[in-house]
């Protein structure tokens, strides 16, 4: 499922290192390594692909070797070593490729997409995730496959878009029917809850308002009716507790949203009592629930509280997502209290974790995607290999929505040039854009409006930049523009001619009464800077603006 089990069993002794002696091949250690993961003894199915692993090694069987990568990644994935367990699946990936073993890449590419989507690398989730789900037969649909596609629903749902979460996930119930001996639609339908959930949290941050709660009460009937008949029996020993835990905490958010304190304190209680002794992910989700349940009694204080520790357990966890989740859940309760202050510094310390997070995805992806496309292009002809790369190309440095230049657009360029400015002493400018009260736009006008607005932002940016400069979309409503051979002074006086050109913009003619401004913040590369420190002070240049907001949107230099 998309949430797999990451505690240790409730009785561990059930399953010791004892009772997983490998046997007399490297077959028989792998057969155990399996059952200690069905069973949850994670730390058992490590040691075993571990032997197995170097033992393969030293013959040289790649077939081997990449079944105990794979068995090595899923271990470090229940317990909850998500950047090696993304490591350890992409090299077994990668043997599974070259072997041509599409079974044994399927499973991977699951592993690998969970741990990248919990790690806040929401792209390459997606990408394993895909590759997984067509890497088998549709019409023969196997668990491999079902788990495939819950992995991309998921991965969807992080990524913000909730439509095609539920398809993905739709696909995922009809799948399990058609499978031999058919499965449980129930693990798929439960992270259709989670997705609804997930949607409910965006539609509050960004509308101040839930919205109608019908769809999650009714799915929460469905897998009470699917509890009740006992289908989610049928999952595994380690799966079987993460998803009552998950349960439990829908059913608790549900309480909390709908104004029953009762029922939310008598959820949440439930939720912490199905932890573990181990920190894990559904630590974060336990306080998740207590937090909401705070909000709604308007007990600030312990409201503030369990959202730190939803923070701090997912940090624990490596669960990057639910960390970012519990930074803009802080958001909102600390501007529900007028402490804009702190709320603002919570929004820096949310952007600068995302930013890691995308820092850390840039290397893998584009060292996986080049050895891809190595591997395949003994199988395709030059021209479909040359149309393929064009189309990556494309897809990877674009920005979908605006059609302008991606965060890794950007961060590709400044890597680049930043060193060769510095060492030849030429000038180098980074200038953060944000858009004026955003939110106030959607809320007021509608997301339809917002998209137009940021395309219509990013085209006067486009337009205005000079030739062999760049601009680009980081992320919601933030830009950024690169300038080559321009210090700062040079660098504001281009800004300002932007900020008026949007400031002028006739964007009475995509709303009535609609006015959008940007505020800017411009910062000159020096000596001895890095590429995060400059765009840290170009970043802390623009807030010093929002701050103290006003029409002209243009900060001081920044040295």
């Given at each position: 499922?998309?949430?797999?089990?990451?505690?240790?069993?409730?009785?561990?002794?059930?399953?010791?290192?004892?009772?997983?002696?490998?046997?007399?091949?490297?077959?028989?250690?792998?057969?155990?390594?399996?059952?200690?993961?069905?069973?949850?003894?994670?730390?058992?199915?490590?040691?075993?692909?571990?032997?197995?692993?170097?033992?393969?090694?030293?013959?040289?069987?790649?077939?081997?070797?990449?079944?105990?990568?794979?068995?090595?990644?899923?271990?470090?994935?229940?317990?909850?070593?998500?950047?090696?367990?993304?490591?350890?699946?992409?090299?077994?990936?990668?043997?599974?490729?070259?072997?041509?073993?599409?079974?044994?890449?399927?499973?991977?590419?699951?592993?690998?997409?969970?741990?990248?989507?919990?790690?806040?690398?929401?792209?390459?989730?997606?990408?394993?995730?895909?590759?997984?789900?067509?890497?088998?037969?549709?019409?023969?649909?196997?668990?491999?496959?079902?788990?495939?596609?819950?992995?991309?629903?998921?991965?969807?749902?992080?990524?913000?878009?909730?439509?095609?979460?539920?398809?993905?996930?739709?696909?995922?119930?009809?799948?399990?029917?058609?499978?031999?001996?058919?499965?449980?639609?129930?693990?798929?339908?439960?992270?259709?809850?989670?997705?609804?959930?997930?949607?409910?949290?965006?539609?509050?941050?960004?509308?101040?308002?839930m919205g109608g709660l019908q769809p999650m009460g009714r799915l929460i009937?469905?897998?009470?009716?699917?509890?009740?008949?006992?289908?989610?029996?049928?999952?595994?020993?380690?799966?079987?507790?993460?998803?009552?835990?998950?349960?439990?905490?829908?059913?608790?958010?549900?309480?909390?949203?709908?104004?029953?304190?009762?029922?939310?304190?008598?959820?949440?209680?439930?939720?912490?009592?199905?932890?573990?002794?181990?920190?894990?992910?559904?630590?974060?989700?336990?306080?998740?629930?207590?937090?909401?349940?705070?909000?709604?009694?308007?007990?600030?204080?312990?409201?503030?509280?369990?959202?730190?520790?939803?923070?701090?357990?997912?940090?624990?966890?490596?669960?990057?997502?639910?960390?970012?989740?519990?930074?803009?859940?802080?958001?909102?309760?600390?501007?529900?209290?007028?402490?804009?202050?702190?709320?603002?510094?919570?929004?820096?310390?949310?952007?600068?974790?995302?930013?890691?997070?995308?820092?850390?995805?840039?290397?893998?992806?584009?060292?996986?995607?080049?050895?891809?496309?190595?591997?395949?292009?003994?199988?395709?002809?030059?021209?479909?290999?040359?149309?393929?790369?064009?189309?990556?190309?494309?897809?990877?440095?674009?920005?979908?929505?605006?059609?302008?230049?991606?965060?890794?657009?950007?961060?590709?360029?400044?890597?680049?040039?930043?060193?060769?400015?510095?060492?030849?002493?030429?000038?180098?400018?980074?200038?953060?854009?944000?858009?004026?009260?955003?939110?106030?736009?959607?809320?007021?006008?509608?997301?339809?409006?917002?998209?137009?607005?940021?395309?219509?932002?990013?085209?006067?940016?486009?337009?205005?930049?000079?030739?062999?400069?760049?601009?680009?979309?980081?992320?919601?409503?933030?830009?950024?523009?690169?300038?080559?051979?321009?210090?700062?002074?040079?660098?504001?006086?281009?800004?300002?001619?932007?900020?008026?050109?949007?400031?002028?913009?006739?964007?009475?003619?995509?709303?009535?009464?609609?006015?959008?401004?940007?505020?800017?913040?411009?910062?000159?590369?020096?000596?001895?800077?890095?590429?995060?420190?400059?765009?840290?002070?170009?970043?802390?240049?623009?807030?010093?603006?929002?701050?103290?907001?006003?029409?002209?949107?243009?900060?001081?230099?920044?040295?």
């Amino acid at each position: 499922m998309g949430f797999p089990d990451r505690r240790k069993p409730a009785h561990p002794d059930s399953c010791t290192e004892a009772d997983r002696q490998p046997g007399d091949s490297a077959e028989d250690a792998l057969s155990q390594a399996d059952l200690a993961l069905h069973d949850g003894c994670h730390p058992d199915a490590r040691a075993l692909a571990q032997s197995v692993l170097i033992a393969a090694r030293s013959t040289g069987d790649l077939q081997l070797e990449a079944r105990a990568l794979s068995c090595l990644a899923r271990s470090d994935s229940l317990g909850s070593r998500l950047r090696r367990a993304a490591d350890t699946a992409r090299r077994a990936a990668q043997l599974f490729q070259r072997l041509g073993d599409a079974e044994g890449e399927t499973v991977v590419q699951n592993t690998l997409s969970h741990a990248c989507m919990l790690l806040g690398r929401n792209d390459e989730a997606i990408e394993a995730a895909l590759l997984s789900a067509s890497l088998g037969d549709a019409a023969q649909p196997t668990a491999a496959m079902v788990a495939a596609h819950n992995c991309l629903g998921m991965a969807y749902c992080w990524s913000g878009n909730h439509d095609r979460s539920n398809a993905a996930l739709d696909a995922a119930v009809h799948m399990a029917a058609r499978c031999t001996p058919a499965l449980s639609p129930y693990p798929s339908r439960l992270n259709q809850l989670w997705v609804e959930a997930a949607r409910l949290a965006d539609l509050r941050y960004h509308s101040g308002s839930m919205g109608g709660l019908q769809p999650m009460g009714r799915l929460i009937q469905e897998c009470r009716r699917l509890e009740q008949l006992g289908v989610h029996s049928a999952s595994g020993a380690a799966e079987r507790p993460a998803m009552r835990t998950i349960s439990t905490s829908m059913k608790g958010l549900f309480a909390a949203w709908r104004g029953d304190v009762a029922n939310a304190r008598l959820y949440a209680d439930r939720a912490l009592g199905s932890l573990g002794g181990t920190v894990t992910w559904l630590d974060a989700l336990a306080r998740w629930v207590v937090a909401e349940g705070a909000w709604s009694e308007g007990d600030w204080a312990a409201a503030e509280h369990g959202f730190e520790e939803m923070r701090a357990s997912a940090v624990t966890a490596e669960h990057e997502q639910l960390a970012c989740l519990a930074h803009l859940l802080q958001v909102q309760v600390l501007e529900l209290q007028g402490k804009h202050a702190r709320a603002c510094t919570e929004m820096r310390l949310l952007r600068a974790r995302e930013r890691r997070a995308l820092a850390e995805g840039v290397a893998s992806r584009e060292a996986a995607v080049r050895w891809q496309l190595g591997a395949r292009q003994s199988e395709l002809s030059l021209e479909q290999a040359l149309e393929a790369a064009k189309r990556f190309e494309r897809w990877s440095l674009e920005d979908p929505l605006t059609g302008m230049a991606n965060r890794r657009a950007f961060e590709r360029a400044l890597t680049e040039r930043l060193p060769a400015a510095v060492a030849d002493g030429r000038s180098l400018s980074v200038a953060m854009v944000d858009v004026d009260r955003f939110k106030s736009v959607n809320d007021t006008h509608s997301h339809q409006i917002g998209d137009r607005v940021l395309q219509s932002v990013a085209s006067v940016l486009s337009s205005s930049v000079r030739e062999g400069d760049i601009a680009a979309r980081l992320a919601g409503d933030e830009f950024v523009m690169l300038f080559s051979d321009a210090d700062a002074a040079a660098a504001t006086e281009i800004c300002e001619r932007i900020a008026a050109a949007v400031a002028g913009f006739d964007w009475e003619s995509l709303a009535s009464g609609l006015q959008v401004t940007i505020s800017i913040g411009v910062s000159q590369a020096v000596e001895g800077d890095t590429i995060d420190t400059l765009v840290h002070r170009s970043d802390a240049s623009m807030y010093s603006v929002k701050s103290g907001w006003a029409p002209t949107g243009m900060a001081e230099l920044a040295a």
